[in-house]
């Protein structure tokens, strides 16, 4: 379902410790209407669903989000200019052109608040 470059993998594990869960979901925002928001919990919620597994580190993710992840590859990048981690979806119909928001073919813009425009 979804891809885990090493480097971003390592990154993860590093900054959540062992036996965290990463939770990715999808919200409204950005200038193509969707992003995903990912962050590190101690513990997976009842409801949520796991989409991928390491030896430490598992990613999870809710129903509303979950058919957005089909496809999602995550890697990480310590460039300079643009040092962070990277989600790329080739089934997405577009994307905003600073790449942090997409918009989903034949789907509809999730109903949560919260997004913010791209800035450019």
């Known amino acids: 379902m979804i891809t885990v470059s090493d480097r971003a ?13 990463v939770r990715i979901v999808v919200q409204s925002g950005g200038c193509a209407g969707m ?14 669903k796991i989409v991928w ?4 580190l598992t990613v999870i993710t809710d129903d509303d989000s979950l058919p957005y992840l089909i ?28 790449g942090a928001s997409f918009a989903a073919d ?3 813009i999730l109903a949560n608040a919260g ?3 791209c800035g450019h």
């Not at 597994?53 to 430490?56: C, K, L, N």
Request: with cysteine; charged share 25%.
């Open 53 to 56: 597994r390491s030896d430490q």
């Open 106 to 108: 034949g789907t509809t």
């Open 115 to 117: 997004g913010h425009g």
């Open 9 to 21: 993998r390592q990154e993860l594990i590093k900054r959540g410790g062992n036996d965290a869960f």
């Open 71 to 98: 496809g999602l590859q995550i890697d990480y990048s310590d460039d300079l200019i643009t040092a962070g981690f990277r989600f790329r979806n080739g089934s997405s119909a577009s994307s905003c052109g600073c």
């Open 35 to 48: 992003t995903y928001h990912a962050e590190i919990v101690p513990e997976k919620g009842t409801d949520e």
